[in-house]
């Protein structure tokens, strides 16, 4: 999805005058609209500041429509082993959410709150924050998060502070400023991508976009060169608290 010519030109401009290297790092983003591929999805409207910015210093994206993808439900890594025919989590997992240094959690508001198809997600990377690494830290550690919600009514903090509190809970590291949303004007209005009122021209909504993804990638590019968090005081080596098939994540180490 092209970008606005002017908010193109902005971005080129600050990709250009970047004093720091980006290009070994990779993202991920799970978009949650409830709109299948190609439907026009205005939540990708406002992640396509982001793809801009990423893609023009050189960082690996990959953008994962949640609905086109076979995910059931569960807090099991593998809902293959609690009844379900298929599972594609498993491989999003490890092919995306793995290397990833930055994961975006992006989808609409309805009623409110955020989409069903957002907090599935949200639910399955939750299925594995008892991975642990090699210094006994959850393997979420040194990944950095953020949250990127459109709508046409009111919920965008609501949203964003259930989404980047999740994150953190499983081990993400949250950035300043690392939330932006679009939701007009109170009550029902223009949706992100609309020609008149839209988001598109809306220069708040740009802005707190740009700050996001400049941020995600500053903390990202230090947790990396930093090898991520110190492992002193928060290795799981150190405690025992559950049983491997207990169904609760936390519990599993």
């Not at 439907?39 to 949640?66: H, P, Y």
């Not at 995910?71 to 995306?96: A, C, N, Q, T, V």
């Not at 594995?128 to 979420?140: F, H, I, K, L, R």
């Not at 968090?229 to 080596?237: C, K, L, Q, R, W």
Request: proline share 7%.
């Amino acid at each position: 999805m092209p970008l606005p010519s002017n908010i193109q030109r902005f971005i080129d401009e600050q990709a250009e005058h970047a004093s720091t290297s980006y290009s070994d790092l990779r993202a991920v983003v799970f978009n949650g609209t409830t709109k299948r591929s190609p439907e026009v999805s205005n939540t990708d409207g406002l992640v396509a500041i982001v793809r801009g910015i990423f893609e023009r210093v050189g960082v690996g994206l990959e953008e994962i429509r949640t609905v086109d993808r076979d995910i059931p439900p569960g807090l099991w890594p593998d809902m293959r082993e609690h009844g379900y025919e298929s599972d594609e989590f498993p491989d999003i997992y490890k092919r995306f959410v793995v290397p990833a240094h930055i994961l975006i959690i992006a989808g609409p508001i309805w009623l409110g709150d955020q989409s069903s198809l957002t907090r599935k997600v949200i639910e399955r990377l939750y299925a594995y924050s008892s991975d642990v690494n090699e210094a006994g830290q959850w393997s979420y550690y040194g990944k950095t998060g953020a949250a990127i919600t459109t709508g046409n009514d009111d919920g965008g903090k609501h949203v964003s502070a259930q989404v980047l509190y999740a994150l953190q809970h499983i081990g993400l590291t949250v950035p300043p400023q690392s939330d932006t949303y679009w939701t007009g004007e109170a009550g029902p209005g223009p949706s992100y991508l609309d020609a008149v009122g839209g988001g598109e021209h809306n220069a708040w909504a740009t802005r707190n976009t740009v700050f996001l993804a400049w941020n995600v990638l500053h903390l990202a590019r230090m947790l990396t060169d930093a090898n991520g968090i110190p492992a002193y005081g928060n290795s799981t080596h150190d405690w025992d608290l559950g049983h491997p098939d207990h169904p609760n994540p936390e519990h599993r180490r």
